[in-house]
């Protein structure tokens, strides 16, 4: 076939199926633009109802590409395709893709447990999948976190399905766990009573329940102490950060120490 006989078969093929492929491609425009708009429209829908954000968009995510599905198939079929082959065709290489991602469709199913058994939501601190961070988005393959130094991690479902997950602010009240060590030479009573006086000093410190200091261990070089305070979760790292401080200085200010591993080291020179 030479090159004016190409060209005039092609020619012939655009006129006879010209008002085909128009069709299809107004089908597949439109119904691109009408499967947005119901998308948006079923969210707007289950926001009124105060479905949680996590589950509106991850619904939104399988409504769009599901119709996404609808539309093509009904553009091949404009243009004169055997739909019924078509799909035994797309079954097919489906089953040979899903053997192929089996990885990715364990990280949907994951996505799945995620939005129905909501061991988080967006804009929960957690820890899970080996990151630690606010939980920005919930998809269909994975999660995304932004952590604490402000880095974007993306995390398949799969992995965090498959390991711990740790709700930090699930709760409204958290304990803060402090250790403080004083020397053998202390008295336990005095410190006892700088921990409750530098707790009394800040209001963010809850009164129920109420906070906990006791002897915690006999340790080899120093008398161990837990301090521990109840606030709020949003409060945690701040009077940690400042318990610590105020009373190290509290303990300097009263003379009491706070032993440090030392070694001693003997020398003996032999006889020459």
Same mark, same amino acid.
């Given at each position: ?7 005039? /078969? +092609? ?5 006879? %199926? ?9 089908? &597949?425009?439109? $119904? ?18 105060? !479905? ?10 399988? !409504? ?12 091949? @079929?404009?243009? *004169? +395709?055997? =739909? ?13 893709? *899903? ?17 129905? &058994?909501?061991?988080?939501? #967006? ?11 606010? !939980? ?7 999660? +995304?976190?932004? =952590? ?21 602010? /699930?709760?409204?009240?958290?304990? +803060?766990?402090? !250790?403080?060590?004083?020397?053998? $030479? ?33 340790? @080899? ?11 709020? =979760?949003?409060? %945690?790292? @701040?009077?940690?950060?400042?318990? #610590? ?6 303990? @300097?200010?009263? $003379? ?17």
């Amino acid at each position: 076939m030479n090159i004016e006989t190409f060209v005039e /078969a +092609v020619g012939r093929y655009i006129s006879d %199926y010209s008002l085909s492929i128009l069709g299809a491609i107004l089908i &597949f425009v439109i $119904g691109k633009w009408f499967a947005r708009k119901l998308t948006a429209l079923l969210g707007k829908l289950l926001t009124r109802q105060n !479905v949680d954000e996590t589950l509106i968009r991850f619904l939104d995510n399988i !409504v769009y590409y599901a119709l996404i599905v609808v539309v093509i198939m009904a553009a091949v @079929d404009r243009l *004169g +395709v055997d =739909t019924t082959s078509f799909l035994a065709i797309f079954g097919a290489a489906g089953l040979a893709i *899903g053997l192929a991602l089996k990885d990715s469709l364990g990280n949907i199913a994951s996505g799945v447990m995620l939005v129905f &058994f909501r061991p988080f939501r #967006i804009g929960d601190a957690v820890s899970a999948g080996g990151v630690t961070g606010k !939980v920005e988005s919930i998809s269909i393959f994975n999660t +995304v976190f932004l =952590t604490y130094d402000n880095q974007r991690m993306i995390v398949p479902n799969g992995q965090i399905t498959n390991g711990v997950i740790t709700n930090i602010n /699930a709760n409204p009240i958290r304990r +803060v766990d402090l !250790v403080f060590g004083i020397s053998y $030479g202390d008295n336990i009573l005095t410190a006892k009573a700088i921990f409750k006086n530098v707790l009394a000093t800040d209001t963010r410190i809850l009164e129920d329940p109420a906070p906990q200091i006791v002897v915690s261990e006999l340790a @080899d070089s120093s008398v161990n102490l837990f301090v521990r305070p109840w606030v709020k =979760t949003e409060d %945690y790292w @701040d009077v940690r950060y400042y318990m #610590i401080e105020k009373i190290k200085l509290a303990l @300097d200010e009263a $003379g009491i120490i706070i032993p440090f591993p030392q070694r001693d080291v003997h020398l003996h020179q032999g006889e020459k």
